[in-house]
């Protein structure tokens, strides 16, 4: 049986998908040279969220607590070399990025669909 915390992590990252396509779709609609840049933040934070789900989730072992407040401190530490890493290698790369854009982009990718599916799982519960 899946586990409710992999359950929801599995629902904030398909709704930050849906954002980020959302966001993506919208810069080709408005301002197609910003769209690389949004795509590249919103990829980035899609990318080590689902790295960080994937680590805490596998094997999960819920009376082990000890255990699992360690995995969830090296997941954070992994998930932030992984976002360093990614936005060196996008600059790197990409010589035209809008470096506030990509990270507004990551940012509104992070934050929103986490406040919109928590909003809507406590709507649920009432």
């Known amino acids: 049986m899946q586990q409710p915390g992999a359950i929801q992590a599995k629902k904030i990252i398909q709704a930050q998908i849906a954002f980020g396509l959302l966001i993506i779709i919208v810069a080709f609609l408005l301002r197609s040279d910003l769209a690389l840049s949004i795509g590249t933040g919103a990829g980035i934070c899609i990318i080590a969220n689902a790295l960080l789900a994937a680590w805490m989730f596998r094997d999960y072992r819920a009376q082990k607590i000890s255990h699992l407040a360690a995995r969830f401190y090296w997941g954070e530490a992994i998930k932030i070399a992984v976002i360093l890493g990614l936005f060196a290698l996008a600059v790197v790369v990409f010589t035209n990025l809008n470096l506030p854009v990509m990270l507004g982009a990551y ?15 406590s709507q649920n519960q009432m």
């Open 107 to 121: 940012f509104s990718t992070q934050v929103i669909p986490t406040v919109i599916a928590a909003q809507f799982g």
